[in-house]
């Protein structure tokens, strides 16, 4: 019997913890469409206000599943925190998407625009290579949102991402693989 009893507390245990975190994202989505939040420390005040005490890496694991991203506001101001308009998370863009893997591009006749292609066909103002690196440029305030969807991808051909305020760093696994990796996202800027 006490198995039994040790069972439903587990059970019940699970259940307040994801309603805890259902809540907590239902809020965040709330505080963020609610006022500019600027911070994840802003973001974490607000939460308690509301009674959420959450640590910063829970916080940063939330914004992350929401979709939340840092974009400049509209005013040209600092970057803020925005989630998706119907509330729902961004799926990241993964190889197995309705994107190509690299180096296994079909025509474009033949499938879907994937995300990333459509995010780069927004985003991606010139692309520049080096050796294995390239260097991506972007309206002011849109690389993060753009490296974010190149790490979520987890490109074969890409090692990581380091975004600025209009510039992205990506550094390739092939040492002399940035010319192609270039051409690669100029060639999906512009698929249609």
């Known amino acids: 019997m006490a198995a039994g009893a040790t069972v439903r507390a587990l059970r019940a245990a699970a259940t307040a913890a994801l309603d805890s975190k259902v809540a907590r994202h239902e809020r965040i989505v709330a505080v963020l469409r609610e006022r500019t939040v ?15 005490e959450v640590t ?25 925190y925005v989630v998706p308009e119907d509330g729902t998370p961004m799926p990241a863009p993964s190889p197995d998407d309705d994107h190509p893997r690299w180096g296994s591009l079909q025509p474009p006749g033949r ?5 990333l292609e459509r995010l780069l066909a927004e985003l991606l103002v010139s692309a520049e290579a080096s050796a294995n690196l390239v260097v991506l440029r972007t309206p002011p305030g849109a690389s993060n949102f753009l490296a974010s969807a190149l790490d979520r991808a987890r ?9 600025g305020d209009d510039t992205i760093l990506v550094v390739a696994r092939d040492p002399i ?11 999906l800027s512009r698929t249609a």
């Open 111 to 115: 499938r879907r625009r994937g995300r």
């Open 155 to 163: 490109l074969p051909g890409v090692l990581g991402t380091i975004a």
């Open 56 to 80: 910063q890496a829970t916080l940063s694991r939330d914004l992350d599943e929401l979709g939340a991203v840092k974009l400049r506001t509209p005013d040209g101001g600092l970057p803020a």
């Open 38 to 52: 600027r911070s994840q420390a802003e973001l974490a005040a607000a939460l308690r206000r509301d009674g959420f």
């Open 177 to 187: 693989g940035g010319a192609a990796l270039a051409a690669r996202f100029l060639e």
